[in-house]
Every structure is written in structure tokens, then in C-alpha cells.
């Protein structure tokens, strides 16, 4: 079974700051891994993916995350963040071994950046 | 180009009465996903469908819960005698349908369903 989990509820950083949100998975085949962002009242936008090779992958809006296959995490990073980055969002999973293509999502994190 | 819609953007019906939702997805991609997206439940996956094959219903929460995609294309979620716990946000997907794992999904604006 493909799970993922997303450790913090919220995280407030200082515009200009390090934004950092965590993500760790779990899955009995390969990891192909996700993150999306949700803006209040709008769907889910695609941010960046990983599938195989550079374990540090670049996305959009200057977000980047890093794979991690011994620590089984893929946590989003940016390295100075915007007001207008405050949004939900949420990792996916979708296990190399599993049926059919459905993602599995993290409950989700809601980043708050402060001016 | 256009990215995938979903209709009506907001629902409000009264318990037991039947709703549709709709989704209309990128011009050109093959499969199409349903999720819902409850308070307290995160983003739960409901259906998905690949090309001509038999859709994948796995996550449809119960009998009540029913989907089509007609020729290929448009997608229908048909709720019946709806309750109230299934108030959510209704979000569509569709993806190349590569049938490759790798496919990356894009998102609809999701439809806010509040049943009373």
C-alpha cells in the first residue's frame, strides 16, 4: 500500500525566509512523488515531481524538493519565500507497485509567510 | 490552453435529491480522475478512468456514488439520494493517460458540493 504523510498542520515563516514543508511516503515498490499547490477557492496546481535520477528536483515559482530514499522523505523547499506563497499544499505519492495510477495525498500543509 | 473544468462550480441541494457534477478535461488527454476533498478527510480518490478500459471505482465510498465518461472525453459524477457527509469540494484530473505511473495530473477548480 502507498501512504504519505505530511508532519505539520501549519508552518509560518518570515517573508524572505526559508520555507521549508515536509513530506515522508511510503510504498512497496518505487516512489513516484508529487507536490501541488491549492490557492483558497481553486483546485490543485502541479509544482514539481520526482520519478528517477537528481534527487534534488526544481519546479515552479522557484520551489525545489529533495528525495530522500533512506529517510523516505520528499520535502518541498524554497529558499526565500513571498507572501504570496501562502497556500495549501500537498505531497502525492503513487507506488511503482501499485495498480492503476491514483495518487495518495498528504493531509496537507497550510503555509502562512508573513511580510 | 485550456485547463480542465468542472461545472457547476458550486452545488447546493437538499438531502436525498440527486446531484451531477461535471468535468471536461484537457483537449487531448486520455485519463480522467475524481477525487473529494472533505474537512477532515484530506483528498480522498473516488474514480479514474484510462482510455477504453474499465474504470478503476475503488474509492467510490458507496453504491450511491456512480460515474460515466462518454465518448472518451466529458465525465459525469452522479451522487443519488445524497446525505450530508457528502459535502466536499468535487475535483476532476485528467492526465496524458500514457499509461505510464509518471503521468502528472492537472487539476479542475473542483466543484463545492453542501448538501442540507
Known amino acids: 500500500a502507498q501512504s504519505v504523510a505530511q508532519p505539520e498542520d501549519q508552518v509560518n515563516v518570515a517573508e524572505g525566509n526559508p520555507l521549508t514543508v515536509k513530506c515522508t511516503y511510503s510504498?512497496?515498490?518505487?516512489?513516484?512523488l508529487f507536490w501541488y499547490v491549492q490557492y483558497p477557492n481553486r483546485g490543485l496546481q502541479f509544482l514539481l515531481k520526482?520519478?528517477?535520477?537528481?534527487?534534488l528536483v526544481k519546479g515552479s515559482y522557484g520551489f525545489e524538493a529533495e528525495f530522500n530514499k533512506s529517510q523516505t522523505s520528499f520535502h518541498l523547499k524554497k529558499p526565500s519565500a513571498l507572501v504570496s506563497d501562502s497556500a495549501l499544499y500537498f505531497c502525492?505519492?503513487?507506488?511503482?507497485?501499485?495498480?492503476?495510477?491514483?495518487?495518495?495525498f498528504g493531509g496537507g500543509t497550510r503555509v502562512l509567510v508573513k511580510p | 490552453g485550456a485547463g480542465v473544468s468542472q461545472s457547476p462550480s458550486n452545488k447546493v441541494t437538499e438531502k436525498g435529491k440527486d446531484v451531477e457534477l461535471r468535468c471536461d478535461p484537457i483537449?487531448?488527454?486520455?485519463?480522467l480522475y475524481w477525487y473529494r476533498q472533505s474537512l477532515g478527510q484530506g483528498l480522498e480518490f473516488l474514480i479514474y478512468?484510462?482510455?477504453?478500459?474499465?474504470?478503476?471505482k475503488s474509492g467510490l465510498p458507496s453504491d450511491r456514488f456512480s460515474a460515466e465518461r462518454t465518448g472518451g472525453s466529458v465525465s459525469t459524477l452522479t451522487i443519488q439520494r445524497t446525505q450530508q457527509e457528502d459535502s466536499a469540494v468535487y475535483l476532476c484530473?485528467?492526465?496524458?493517460?500514457?499509461?505510464?505511473?509518471?503521468?502528472?495530473?492537472?487539476f479542475g477548480p473542483g466543484t463545492r458540493l453542501t448538501v442540507l
Open positions: 483537449s487531448g488527454h486520455t485519463a
Open positions: 520526482y520519478i528517477t535520477g537528481d534527487n
Open positions: 484530473a485528467s492526465s496524458l493517460g500514457s499509461g505510464l505511473a509518471t503521468d502528472t495530473q492537472y
Open positions: 478512468f484510462q482510455g477504453n478500459s474499465a474504470p478503476d
Open positions: 510504498v512497496s515498490g518505487n516512489p513516484y
Open positions: 502525492a505519492v503513487r507506488d511503482s507497485r501499485a495498480a492503476g495510477n491514483k495518487l495518495t
